[in-house]
């Protein structure tokens, strides 16, 4: 079984930073993407960024420039730096595992986390 569990969420002016954390923990396939989505009141969840093993990120448009992840392959730790935070920011943040491949018999495998809220204020 993994578990996923995020930290470091909370409230901040706009204009302000926050850092994420999520620490996964049970049977981690190495070559996992892992990422952070979010979800906004009456919206769907979205993509926020990825990250391979190796270290190739993937951003949303929305927050290029803004956000950085970055991951602990040693510790199964991902992380998102979130700077310049606007209100439109403002969502329940999940991490993710993905895993496709020899590994897992090649039965995609995919975890999520409980959520952390985050919220700018204007």
């Known amino acids: 079984q993994v578990q996923l569990v995020e930290s470091g969420g909370g409230l901040v002016q706009a204009g302000g930073s926050l850092r994420l954390s999520c620490a996964a923990s049970g049977i981690i396939f190495n070559n996992n993407v892992m990422g952070w989505y979010r979800q906004a009141p009456g919206k769907q969840r979205e993509l926020v960024a990825t990250?391979?093993?190796?270290?190739?990120?993937n951003y949303a448009d929305s927050v290029k420039g803004r956000f950085a992840i970055s991951r602990d392959n040693a510790n199964n730790t991902v992380y998102l730096q979130m700077n310049s935070l606007k209100p439109e920011d403002t969502a329940v943040y999940y991490c993710?595992?993905?895993?496709?491949?020899?590994?897992?018999?090649?039965?995609?495998?995919?975890?999520w986390g409980q959520g952390t809220q985050v919220t700018v204020s204007s």
């Open positions: 990250i391979t093993r190796g270290g190739t990120t």
């Open positions: 993710n595992s993905d895993y496709l491949g020899p590994a897992s018999g090649w039965s995609r495998k995919v975890y």
